[in-house]
């Protein structure tokens, strides 16, 4: 037996070529394994020109509809039956948003979209059944179905024992443990008065400030530069403080270091200043 053309599976696919070749004036043979279950005995059918959640219009719709819609028309003339129909689907938007996106879509390309007239006219068909008064209540729901009160019935007997048997606190009480005292600020309280009582001053604050500049290098990973702006600027932006304030201890730190000496009340004054820095941060 000769062919021009063999087609194996007689599908969507190979209906198609099939009659096409027919068309054409070839001959050819169709072998098909019958099959309850085959991808063109389980599809739909159909042809949908939008797609996704973005209702983006689908890949080439304005060639191939066209050309699908003729396709199926000629072979149900030419067969004697209906093969495309042209139908509306209805789309329900289970959230705002995509209600809104929806409308953004129609008002970018309103092409094979549609708003209906009356949004309301399928608010019918999604209310629960409501008592005369015209409220639904979940509770006369559950109680009017046996099953569904004999279930809800022991969950309140089960959630009673619970509460009865296992309410009482199982955890003992935990004590109240002092915190770590911190040596290390006794110890520098204790040299600071050695050093005050020797009336040292100049050394003292010397101390105080190498102690206060490599507290900055370690905590704030700040490189140290009294007189420069931008270390002035990045230590009040991380320690939260004005800018005045660091400007004028940065200030009185560099005075102290350049003096020959340091009175007692200067000492006490920049002593102030650190103090309420370190409070600060």
Not at 83 to 105: G, I, Y
Not at 190 to 215: C, E, P, V
């Amino acid at each position: 037996m000769q062919t021009d053309v063999l087609i194996i599976g007689q599908g969507i696919c190979g209906t198609f070529l099939s009659w096409w070749l027919e068309k054409a004036g070839l001959s050819w043979l169709m072998i098909d394994e019958q099959r309850p279950f085959t991808a063109s005995k389980a599809a739909a059918g159909l042809i949908n020109p939008v797609t996704g959640r973005r209702i983006v219009k689908t890949w080439m719709i304005d060639e191939l509809l066209p050309f699908a819609q003729d396709a199926y028309r000629r072979i149900g003339e030419e067969l004697g039956a209906t093969f495309v129909e042209q139908k509306s689907l209805v789309d329900f938007f289970p959230t705002p948003q995509m209600r809104l996106a929806f409308l953004d879509r129609y008002t970018e390309d309103p092409q094979y979209l549609q708003l209906p007239e009356n949004e309301r006219a399928w608010d019918e068909y999604f209310r629960y059944d409501r008592n005369s008064n015209g409220n639904f209540s979940s509770l006369r729901y559950i109680f009017s179905n046996p099953a569904l009160r004999w279930a809800f019935s022991l969950l309140l007997v089960l959630l009673t024992l619970i509460y009865v048997f296992d309410s009482k606190r199982k955890q003992r009480i935990l004590p109240l443990i002092a915190g770590l005292r911190n040596n290390s600020l006794d110890f520098v309280k204790t040299i600071g008065r050695l050093y005050y009582q020797r009336r040292d001053n100049k050394n003292l604050a010397w101390k105080m400030s190498a102690h206060f500049q490599d507290h900055v290098r370690t905590r704030y990973n700040i490189t140290v530069a009294l007189s420069d702006p931008d270390f002035i600027e990045r230590l009040s932006y991380k320690t939260g403080m004005g800018i005045s304030f660091i400007r004028e201890l940065t200030g009185e730190i560099q005075r102290l270091q350049d003096s020959p000496r340091v009175t007692d009340e200067e000492l006490l004054q920049f002593n102030q200043k650190m103090e309420e820095f370190y409070k600060h941060v």
